[in-house]
């Protein structure tokens, strides 16, 4: 890993765990980003977004850094790399694939 990447891979850490804040604030859970069957539909971005000012900064990050994505129901949700870096941090059960 060169030094770019590592630095990157902190910038994501720092914001996945601005967005699990973020997340609890408003009464979500990890799993809900972190299931690619689940996901924030529109209107609880919608409503993320205007509750939380930080909220559409972190989720272009993720989606930017390809972190995160849409699934095939239109829910954003973490990729894989968003749920390994969410497991580094926050331990198995944060990114538990139920």
Known sequence: MTAADAIARRSLRQC????????YRQ?????????????????????????????????????RSEA???NTQCRFVLTDLGRELLFEMFGEGAADIA
């Open 16 to 23: 996945l765990c601005n967005m699990a804040a973020l997340l």
């Open 27 to 63: 009464g979500h859970v990890l799993e809900t980003v972190s299931s690619p069957h689940r996901g924030l539909d529109a209107r609880a971005l919608r409503r993320l977004a205007e509750a939380e000012r930080d909220w559409a900064s972190h989720q272009r990050t993720l989606e």
């Open 68 to 70: 995160a994505t849409y």
